[in-house]
T-cell receptor
């Protein structure tokens, strides 16, 4: 079945540091890939997405590239801010999986001033 | 305007009680979901409805029963609540079951004492 594996947290960085959160997936079809962000006490919000191989999703300075050859969708940001502190979820959805969105375990990010 | 709204936001109840959580979306989406998030932030899909029809029913105890009176509403009723049901429950919707992104409500924090 489909699955998503992302790096365990928490990740603690200083402001303006470079961020990478690794995500790899297993899927039998051709999934769409997503990164969602959850701020404290809130629901999940879509951060970015990519629907086919080599697509790059980007939003708010975050980027991720759909790599079919390595089945990866790593999240990166060049300079994090305190306001980026949140839990980040990698996710996939495809027809073979019944269209349900499968989430990774989430990675908590703390950014210190 | 809130796109996906759930009520109540907090729910504290005793073991053995029956409770309901309501969800409404004003996005015109065809598909709605219920997810459970445990204390470690792990998200697991419970149910999915498309145009009022159940399309995904994961391994969830029979005590949980979703009801969709129309495609804008998906309520979750839980019978005979147990301590292990304590979690945050998220409602979500998407345009169609085609791998598009989901929009989440703010969550309902259920505490069973």
């Amino acid at each position: 079945g489909n699955s998503v594996t992302q790096m365990e947290g928490p990740v603690t960085l200083s402001e303006e540091a470079f961020l990478t959160i690794n995500c790899t997936y297993t899927a039998t079809g051709y999934p769409s890939l997503f990164w969602y962000v959850q701020y404290p006490g809130e629901g999940l919000q879509l951060l970015l997405k990519a629907t086919k191989a080599d697509d790059k999703g980007s939003n708010k300075g975050f980027e991720a590239t759909y790599r079919k050859e390595t089945t990866s969708f790593h999240l990166e940001k060049g300079s994090v801010q305190v306001s980026d502190s949140a839990v980040y979820f990698c996710a996939l959805s495809d027809r073979v999986g019944g269209f349900k969105t499968i989430f990774g375990a989430g990675t908590r990010l703390f950014v210190k001033a | 305007d809130t796109a996906v709204s759930q009520t109540p936001k907090y729910l504290v109840t005793q073991m053995g009680n029956d409770k309901s959580i309501k969800c409404e979306q004003n996005l015109g989406h065809d598909t709605m979901y219920w997810y459970k998030q445990d204390s470690k932030k792990f998200l697991k899909i419970m149910f999915s409805y498309n145009n009022k029809e159940l399309i995904i029913n994961e391994t969830v105890p029979n005590r949980f029963s979703p009801k969709s009176p129309d495609k804008a509403h998906l309520n979750l009723h839980i019978n005979s609540l147990e301590l292990g049901d304590s979690a945050v429950y998220f409602c979500a919707s998407s345009q169609e079951p085609r791998g598009t992104e989901a929009f989440f409500g703010q969550g309902t924090r259920l505490t069973v004492v």
